[in-house]
């Protein structure tokens, strides 16, 4: 069970996953920013399309608004998605059970708590550098700070609805190694099909867990949840705000993510293969 925990493909699955999900959000940043403020944001300033409230951004606070907070969160991204990769993968090696979407959402939940509880307080840094209010020169000393302040209970808040929210990576997984398992069983799953495919399991988790996404952003962010409500009553609707941006952000960046990743994965193991040959 160690060795199968500690494995060299279960490392190589790790750096490909935190490899393409760096790439892939660093490609996509802008619609994550524009996100960011139509979820946390109570005022009426923020309407319009993704693309209008993007010029619009531009245009008010310069283009370097819509990178604000790159750097920590790619740092942030990327040590997430290796402690996601690493234990997905890790426990699926372990696992007695055949490959199924059942054992895929099982093993996705569990790698997702397990991300959770480690990298919480790095993404409540990050919700928090993107607002303006906020302005640590770093990650680092957004941590800090914020430690000092608010101590862990505002490290790790929100961190109720990101357990809850371990269904959006669980989701993507499962559908993302069910059409994977699919179409391999029919031909050849190369790197298009993962692009697709990624696409398609990014898009039903974002949409099915949206709403928990609204509220996690909000408390990751120190705001009110009262006027958030107050909108829900009268307008239903509210519960979806920024969700056309969120989806062009995460589909996008999840379809470059598993490419990525898929491409990485293999080259390793094929250099790999190749040493091993030589010696």
Known sequence: ??????????????????????????????????????????????????????????????????????????????????????????????????????????IGMVAGSVNVLLTSPLWVVNTRMKLEKNSYSSLLE????????????????????????????????????????????????DIYSAFAVGAVAKGIATTLTYPLQLFQSRLRAGTSLKPLFKDIKKHPGTLFRGLEAKLLQTIMTAALMFLIYEKVFRLVLTIMRVKLKKH
């Not at 990327?78 to 996601?84: M, P, T």
């Not at 700070?145 to 371990?166: N, R």
């Open 142 to 189: 957004g941590l800090f700070t914020l430690f000092q302040k608010e101590g862990v209970k505002g490290l790790w808040s929100g961190t109720l609805p990101s357990l809850l929210l371990v269904s959006n990576p669980a989701i993507q997984f499962m559908v993302y190694e069910s059409l994977k398992r699919k179409i391999m069983a029919r031909g050849k799953f």
């Open 1 to 106: 069970m160690t060795s199968s925990l500690l494995s060299y493909e279960t490392l190589t699955h790790a750096i490909a996953g935190a490899t393409g999900s760096v790439v892939g959000m660093a490609a996509f940043y802008p619609l994550d920013t524009i996100r960011s403020r139509l979820q946390v944001d109570d005022s009426k300033k923020l309407h319009g399309t993704t693309l209008e409230l993007l010029i619009k951004l531009t245009k008010e606070e310069g283009i370097e608004a819509l990178y604000h907070g790159l750097g920590p969160v790619l740092q942030s991204l990327s040590v997430s998605n290796f402690v996601y990769f690493y234990v997905f993968h890790s426990l699926r090696r372990v696992s007695s059970a055949s490959p199924s979407a059942g054992r895929d959402l099982l």
